[in-house]
């Protein structure tokens, strides 16, 4: 998944917190391509999302 794929799963995360959360190690897993653009494989968002909503509650 791009960037601006996962923010719009997340509806109304920004940029600025994703790239935030990656500082802090609480954003799901991604890697860099060799033109520097992340990814993220769509089993790992689904699986760091579900982290948070057990988290939540």
Do not use: H
Request: aromatic letters at 12%.
């Amino acid at each position: 998944m791009t960037t601006d794929e996962i923010l719009a799963e997340l509806k109304g995360i920004s940029r600025r917190t994703f790239y935030r959360w990656r500082e802090l190690g609480k954003a799901p897993r991604a890697f860099k391509l060799p033109n520097g653009e992340l990814r993220v494989w769509r089993s790992e968002f689904t699986a760091w999302l579900n982290s948070q909503e057990r988290a939540a509650v």
